[in-house]
């Protein structure tokens, strides 16, 4: 019975449970000659592509979760599966307890989906009619509406552009709007595909800014995904890293700088602009006088670094950096290639 | 039930909200829109006095008869343009093959409640509502037609019916968009545009076969021609419950289509997204 009661309640903390999903496709597969052509039309070639491959995974109330990967790693079919608009192949998915696939219509009321590149807007229509459709459409009690506009508008800055028709927003604009759209219900579980994608570094800025308040004030579980690692790294605590339908790593993002070895840059300004040669560390980038260097600060320390560049006088300005995050996962990618 | 009704007029509220927003969200674009309005009404009308003196006496219908077949037959058009046609279930395969049933699928009601009240516009799409009205109402008094309650009500229900296989016979179509995305996205345009170009033509003339023909495989005397013929009481050589036949037989392969269609869109997903021509 105690049992029971620990499992239960172990189960209502998770947000996302994901069991052995695999999610295949078919490819059709054709060379260019004529004989191939015929033959296709006779006996079509076909070849099964795994999106997902027997992924299992689950997310905690509450939680920040990164969902990254290089193109076609599996990520958008992930947040597809999540929310109900495809099936997996085999296993199991629960978002909130509920399958995306059976109950649908009850998980919707509960999780909201921002997809970066689409709008939800109506597009002739100044933002506040698109509000009030949405408050029709997840039949939304007039008072919570209300309050939770109110909350919106200030918290994503749209009292400027409420009355705005969506075709007119810039592109930052849009998804703050789209977002703030998401957000009337209340959603418990929030998905944002490539939220950033294509915004200038201060909406990006605001846009990640949001995200974390709103994360951390309204204790709403997020999962986003992003092609920009420094974007997830600021937004998110833990980072789940596909390649070819596996999940390779998931955990935090100091374990996962850890994974790739302790890589530093160091960057030198010099009187004369010069870029020296070192042993320890080697050059990626010469810029307007600045020399990067990068070194692995488990094969040399940090001392025995400066040590060789303290030999140099002509330097005036040192700065000692983590590698970017963006390098980290291209080195990992290129790994599992 | 009672809550689904309840959730469809609140539907069908909002989107009318939306098109009355729409059509006066301006004084030059609503004044546009009625003068481009009135302009098509009119040419409508014209044709349809036309046409119903050119075929005055073919197959067995007089022009009157005529005149109310294509009364008939606008209104038919009036309530597909206010409920159907803005980019939505009366161009299901533009939906489809553009990947946007995605939008669709992440609103918490059930899908063919959203796609029978997403795009409702019955203030901007009216128009040719009120002409078929107008010239049912003017070719009735013509004819000497005094409508009962129930006569009424049989042509309502008829009305019903000849949208039902518009809208049928475009979705099973349309279906091909779950598998061809690409080639089969403008599928609904043709299957519509026959219904569009051929309705109005009386078929009586025509031999049983291909009366049989125009009326079960391609059902473009469902439109119009049938249902008016019954109701103006003429002698059909078809029988009097094809209609119902014929809807229900259409309707049920729509919907088993549609169904398994989608069934091969959750596990395939889109292949493809266009925001083109969705919500504007």
């Known amino acids: 019975m105690e049992k029971k009661v620990q499992s239960a309640t172990q189960a209502a903390d998770f947000a996302i449970k994901i069991d052995n999903v695999t999610k295949e496709f078919k490819q059709w597969q054709r060379g260019s000659n004529i ?9 079509p070639k076909t070849k099964i592509v795994k999106a997902l491959d027997n992924i299992s995974l689950s997310v905690r109330k509450g939680e920040f979760v990164a969902y990254a990967g290089a193109n076609g790693a599996g990520k958008s079919t992930t947040i597809k599966i999540l929310s109900g608009i495809m099936h997996p192949s085999k296993g199991e998915v629960s978002v909130l307890g509920l399958d995306p696939k059976v109950d649908r219509i009850k998980l919707m009321k509960r999780i909201g989906v921002v997809f970066g590149q689409r709008t939800e807007l109506w597009w002739d229509h100044p933002i506040a009619a698109s509000f009030d459709w949405k408050r029709v459409t997840w039949n939304i009690e007039k008072k919570d509406y209300d309050n939770r506009l109110e909350s919106l508008v200030e918290l994503l800055d749209l009292s400027g552009i409420i009355n705005t028709f969506a075709r007119e927003l810039s592109l930052g604009q849009r998804m703050r709007a789209d977002l703030a759209l998401m957000l009337l219900h209340n959603p418990e579980v929030i998905f944002l595909d490539e939220p950033t994608l294509g915004l200038d570094v201060l909406a990006k800025r605001h ?15 997020i999962i986003v995904t ?11 605590e833990r980072i789940i890293l596909l390649s070819n339908g596996n999940i390779e790593f998931d955990g935090d993002f100091e374990k996962l700088r850890r994974i790739t070895g302790s890589i530093c840059r160091i960057k030198i300004y010099t009187e004369n602009g010069q870029h020296p040669n070192l042993e320890t560390a080697t050059i990626v980038k010469v810029e307007n006088g600045f020399t990067e ?9 940090i001392s025995s670094v400066l040590k060789e560049l303290s030999g140099i006088d002509t330097i005036l300005d040192v700065e000692i950096n983590k590698a970017p995050i963006e390098q980290v996962i291209a080195e990992l990618y290129t790994s599992w290639k | 039930m009672a809550d689904s009704i309840k959730r469809l007029i609140s539907l069908w509220a909002i989107h009318a909200k939306l098109d009355l927003l729409w059509l006066i969200r301006d004084t030059k674009n609503c004044v546009l829109n009625i ?13 349809i006095f036309l046409l119903s003196q050119r075929f005055d006496n073919i197959g067995g219908m007089s ?28 161009f299901l395969s533009r939906i489809i093959g553009r990947g946007q049933l995605d939008h669709k699928l992440i609103q918490p009601n059930p899908l063919w409640m959203q796609l029978i009240t997403e795009g409702f516009i019955p203030f901007s799409g009216s128009s040719m509502f009120i002409c078929g009205l107008g010239i049912t109402i003017y070719s009735s008094m013509r004819l000497g037609l005094s409508f009962s309650i129930f006569q009424l009500i049989i042509l309502v229900l008829s009305i019903v019916c000849s949208i039902i296989v518009i809208l049928s016979f475009s979705c099973i179509f349309s279906c091909i968009a779950f598998y061809a995305p690409v080639a089969g996205e403008e599928v609904s345009t043709s299957a519509y545009g026959l219904f569009d170009q051929l309705k109005g033509f009386p078929l009586g003339g025509f031999t049983i076969y291909l009366q049989a023909l125009f009326t079960t495989v391609l059902p473009i005397g469902m439109a119009a021609w049938y249902p008016a013929s019954l109701l103006l009481g003429n002698e059909l050589k078809l029988p009097n419950y094809l209609m119902i036949v014929v809807t229900l037989s259409l309707a049920i392969i729509a919907i088993t289509l549609f169904k398994k269609g989608l069934k091969y869109y959750g596990e395939k997903g889109s292949i493809r997204y266009s925001s083109r021509g969705f919500r504007n």
């Open chain 1, 35 to 43: 004989k191939d052509i015929f033959a296709n039309l006779v006996k």
């Open chain 1, 207 to 221: 846009m990640i800014e949001y995200l974390k308040k709103l994360n951390r004030e309204q204790d709403a579980t």
């Open chain 1, 226 to 236: 992003s092609h920009d690692m420094d974007d997830l790294e600021e937004m998110a």
């Open chain 1, 293 to 301: 260097y990068q070194f692995d600060s488990n094969k040399y320390s």
């Open chain 2, 35 to 47: 003068i481009a309005d009135l302009t098509s009404s009119l040419s409508t009308i014209l044709g």
């Open chain 2, 63 to 90: 022009s009157d008869h005529i005149l109310f077949m294509l009364g008939y037959a606008c209104l038919v058009d009036g309530i597909f343009l206010m409920f159907f046609m803005m980019n939505n279930t009366g």
